[in-house]
């Protein structure tokens, strides 16, 4: 689990979330509005979203390309049942929460990874 997860805000640029991921070499930043996770903003997103149908990402906003709503999982569940909400989801990171707050993200990779 990567902790503490990058975040940006619903009202940041595509620009500055893929600054983001470039910077932390990451694949996905959780978006966060109200002050609560709300979305995330994949790669593919940013190519499907953006790049595909070339709108400017200096001029979209997060909030409109993130996918939402965020899937979570409670940091006391297993690797096994993370992996099952994945396949049922068909996604491959889950936003982790423990006591209501965002703690962490975890990917199908890193999951199956502890299983070796």
Request: net charge positive; glycine share 6%; proline share 4%.
């Amino acid at each position: 689990m990567r902790s503490p997860p990058v975040t940006a805000l619903f009202s940041d640029s595509v620009s500055y979330v893929t600054e983001k991921m470039v910077s932390n070499n990451i694949g996905a930043v959780i978006i966060i509005s109200g002050g609560r996770p709300s979305g995330i903003i994949t790669e593919r997103d940013t190519v499907e979203k953006i790049v595909r149908t070339r709108r400017d990402p200096d001029k979209t906003r997060a909030a409109e390309i993130m996918s939402s709503p965020l899937i979570t999982i409670d940091s006391t569940k297993t690797v096994a049942e993370a992996l099952k909400i994945m396949r049922d989801r068909k996604i491959r990171r889950l936003a982790v929460i423990k006591n209501g707050r965002l703690v962490g993200i975890v990917t199908e990779r890193r999951l199956l990874d502890s299983l070796i």
